[in-house]
C-alpha cells in the first residue's frame, strides 16, 4: 500500500481588483452591508483573455515548480470547476496543451465549491492504488462570466481565481501525508444555488439569454443555514472515523464563502479562531478555488509547519461537501 501527500502548491489571482466601493456604484448596495454580512471587501476579476484554464496552468506551474518534480513526471491532470472554458474539451486537456505536459491522464470534474476536496480524493485513490505516482489537482474559476452583475444578492459575494497543487505518492510508514476523506452529496438541495441554462435540460437560446438564465442563481438565507450545519457535522465526522480530536488540528483552512459561516462552523466544533484560516475580504467566494488558493496562502505565510495536521472542508452547489484531513 501507498500514501498520497501534497508536495507543491500554487495560486493564480487575476490582476483587477473590484472593492465593494466599485460595486456601490453598480447596485444598490454599500461596503458596510458587504463586510458586516460577508467579511468581503474586495475580490479580483479575469482579464478578458483569461479563462479557468489560463489561470489553472499559471497556478499549477507554480505548485509543479515547488513539487521539484518534472512535467513529464505527472500521469494525471484533475480540474475542478463550475467555469470551464468550454462545456467540452475538458479544461484539463487545455492545461496539458498549455503546460506540454506530455504523458498524463486529463480530466474535469464538477463539484461546485466542494470540487477541490473531491478532486484531492481522487487523487489519493489513484496514488494509493499504485495506477499513478503524481497526480495535478487544479480549482480555478471565472465566476465573473456567470455573475449577474444586476442582482445585489450574488454579485457582491463571487471572485476569479485559481489554486493548485501537487500530490504524489509516499510510503505507509511516511508521518505526513493524507490521512482521510468525508465527501456527501444531497441533489434534493439542487435550489439552492444553480445556473440554469447551458446544459441539456435548457440549452442557450434567446429567451435563456434574455431572463438571465446562464448567471448564478441562489437562495442565500437557506444555503447559509445549510452550510454551517452541513460543514461542522461533516468534519467532526471525519475527525471521530479518523480518530483524531479538533484539539489535534493545528490549521483549519474551510471554504472561503462568508465570515459569519465560518464563524458558525468554528462555534459549533468550538474550534479556536487563531486556528482558522480566512483569506475571503481579498478574493469573496472563488468555488472550487478558495481551498487551493488558501493552502498556497497559508503556506507562504508560514502558517503550516512540518509535522501539522491540517483539515479541510467545503460545501457548495448541488449540495455537495466535503472534508479532509492530512499531516503535512
Ligand atoms: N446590499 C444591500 N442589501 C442587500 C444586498 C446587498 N448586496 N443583498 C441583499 N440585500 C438585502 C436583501 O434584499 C434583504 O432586504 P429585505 O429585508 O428588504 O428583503 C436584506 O438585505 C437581508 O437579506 P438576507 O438575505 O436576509 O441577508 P443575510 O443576512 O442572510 O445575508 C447573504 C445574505 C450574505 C447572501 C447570506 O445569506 C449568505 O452568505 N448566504 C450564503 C451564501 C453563500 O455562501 N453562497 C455560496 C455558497 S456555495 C458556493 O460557494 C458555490
Not at 454551517?228 to 465526522?237: A, G, H, K, P
Not at 479562531?273 to 481579498?282: D, Q, T
Not at 468555488?287 to 472542508?313: C, M, N, Q, W, Y
Request: aromatic fraction near 6%; proline fraction near 3%; charge should be negative.
Amino acid at each position: 500500500m501507498f500514501k498520497a501527500k501534497i508536495i507543491g502548491l500554487g495560486k493564480y489571482i487575476p490582476k483587477r481588483v473590484l472593492t465593494n466601493h466599485d460595486l456601490e456604484k453598480m447596485v444598490e448596495t454599500s461596503d458596510e452591508w458587504i463586510s458586516s454580512r460577508t467579511g468581503i471587501k474586495e475580490r479580483h476579476i479575469a482579464a478578458p483573455e483569461e479563462t479557468a484554464s489560463t489561470m489553472g496552468a499559471e497556478a499549477a506551474k507554480k505548485a509543479i515548480q515547488m513539487s521539484g518534480i518534472s512535467h513529464e513526471e505527472i500521469e494525471m491532470i484533475i480540474f475542478c470547476t463550475i467555469t470551464p472554458d468550454m462545456l467540452f474539451p475538458a479544461s484539463a486537456c487545455l492545461v496539458q496543451d498549455i503546460l506540454k505536459i506530455p504523458n498524463t491522464g486529463t480530466v474535469d470534474i464538477e463539484a461546485a465549491c466542494s470540487g477541490f476536496i473531491y478532486g484531492l480524493s481522487m487523487a489519493n485513490a489513484y496514488i494509493v492504488s499504485g495506477m499513478v505516482k503524481n497526480v495535478l489537482v487544479i480549482g480555478s474559476e471565472v465566476l465573473s462570466r456567470f455573475t449577474d452583475w444586476e442582482d445585489r444578492n450574488t454579485c457582491v459575494l463571487f471572485g476569479d481565481g485559481a489554486g493548485a497543487a501537487v500530490v504524489s505518492r509516499t510510503e505507509e510508514k511516511d508521518p505526513s501525508g493524507i490521512i482521510g476523506f468525508k465527501l456527501k452529496g444531497d441533489g434534493s438541495f439542487r435550489d439552492l444555488l444553480y445556473v440554469e441554462a447551458g446544459g441539456s435540460q435548457k440549452p442557450a437560446s434567446h429567451e435563456t439569454v434574455e431572463k438571465k438564465l446562464h448567471t448564478i442563481k441562489m437562495n442565500g438565507n437557506a444555503t447559509f443555514k445549510v452550510a454551517i450545519r452541513t460543514m461542522s457535522e461533516e468534519l467532526l465526522e471525519l475527525l471521530a472515523e479518523t480518530k483524531i480530536s479538533s484539539d489535534d488540528i493545528n490549521l483549519l483552512i474551510p471554504h472561503q464563502a462568508n465570515e459569519r459561516i465560518i464563524a458558525g462552523v468554528a462555534d459549533r466544533m468550538n474550534f479556536p479562531k487563531e486556528k482558522v484560516f480566512m483569506n475571503l475580504s481579498k478574493y469573496g467566494n472563488t468555488s472550487s478555488a478558495t481551498i487551493p488558493i488558501a493552502l498556497a496562502e497559508a503556506f507562504e505565510e508560514g502558517r503550516i509547519h512540518k509535522g501539522d495536521s491540517i483539515a479541510l472542508v467545503a460545501f457548495g452547489g448541488g449540495l455537495t461537501s466535503g472534508a479532509c484531513v492530512f499531516k503535512w
